[in-house]
């Protein structure tokens, strides 16, 4: 079947190219737009959001009065991008550099523990903590049940990572402590995301909240066309019937690198275990002949006889 769509892109490079402060064009943009207190940061995955935080938030430590960066990603493997970053070596000015005790998504123990240590830190003189959405929030119930309150997130940065998962519902805790820390007043807040929309048709802020933001937006388009060597992107569409694993054989080229997307779990696609749904698919494409020890990796004998 011929592609649906066919889009060609530039090949320039710029997606990867970095200016004297060691900045892609995604982060140099944000950086221009450092010194706004509510900053809207809308890019495709992989386009450095992470780094690009890294630079905003040591700028408003340094240079702009604010005392703690606090980040908030939406599960644990996420907080690896906001690990510490040697800055310097690319021309930055400082070091992103988190403590082993503020890493709260490397932090071993229950959510009690990393509540404890994330209160521990607002009553410290630590400047950078890295947790999940989760702990931010059962950590702001206990600071807003505190003599405290609210008072503690002043001149603090609240950066939320997958902004998205923040709702204008009442219902929503994320959206509800976002309101209250921008009510605060001191506050700044970096909401970063790569898709500024949610499937239930609830907005993400209300309308009075977005328009107090500095929007930065670096396109797909921007994104693929900095690429160096990705051409064109061909997007074409297949149709089955029954389960997709029944036709999946008919779509797979295994001469061609590929990336297989396993249908979320909340999707009518799903079969409900990824695992099976993965080994399934390996069926399809051959037969396991090995698995390497040290990556995972496991090596397939394909119908043509190769190995992949």
């Known amino acids: 079947m011929p592609d649906f769509i066919t ?16 900045m892609r064009a995604m982060q140099a943009r944000a950086y221009d737009a450092r010194n706004s207190q509510y900053l809207l940061i809308k890019s495709p995955p992989a386009s450095g ?7 905003l938030g040591l700028d408003k430590l340094y240079n702009q009065g604010i005392r703690k960066v ?57 400047e ?39 709702s204008a519902d009442a219902d929503n805790r994320l959206g509800e402590l976002v309101r209250s820390v921008m009510s605060e007043g001191s506050a700044h807040l970096v909401a970063m995301t790569g898709s500024y929309f949610r499937g239930d048709q609830v907005p993400v802020l209300r309308p009075e909240d977005e328009e107090k933001f500095t929007r930065v937006t670096y396109t797909y388009y921007e994104q693929l066309s900095g690429y160096e060597h990705l051409k064109t992107l061909g997007i074409g569409y297949h149709f089955y019937h029954g389960s ?50 040290f990556t995972g990796c496991q090596h397939l004998r394909t119908s043509d006889g190769r190995i992949h």
């Open 244 to 293: 997709y694993l029944s036709a999946i054989g008919e779509v797979l080229d295994p001469t061609k690198k590929t990336i297989i997307h396993i249908p979320n779990v909340n999707s009518q696609a799903a079969l409900g275990d990824k695992i099976k749904e993965m080994n399934s698919i390996l069926d399809v494409l051959g037969d396991v002949v090995e698995i390497d020890p």
């Open 70 to 126: 606090i980040v908030a990603v939406p599960e644990k493997s996420i907080g690896n991008s906001f690990r510490s970053t040697s800055l310097t070596q690319h021309g930055f000015d400082h070091d992103w550099t988190v403590s082993p005790r503020n890493n709260l998504c490397d932090m071993l123990g229950g959510e009690g523990g990393k509540i404890n240590a994330f209160l521990r830190f607002m009553e410290s003189d630590d």
């Open 7 to 22: 889009v060609e892109y530039g090949a320039t490079g710029a997606s990867k190219s970095t200016n004297d402060m060691g």
């Open 128 to 166: 950078i903590i890295v947790c999940t959405h989760s702990t931010l929030r059962h950590a702001f119930d206990r600071i807003m049940e505190s003599d405290a309150g609210i008072a503690a997130f002043h001149g603090c940065l609240l950066a939320v990572d997958e902004f998205h998962h923040v």
């Open 49 to 55: 959001k992470s780094r690009a935080l890294m630079f």
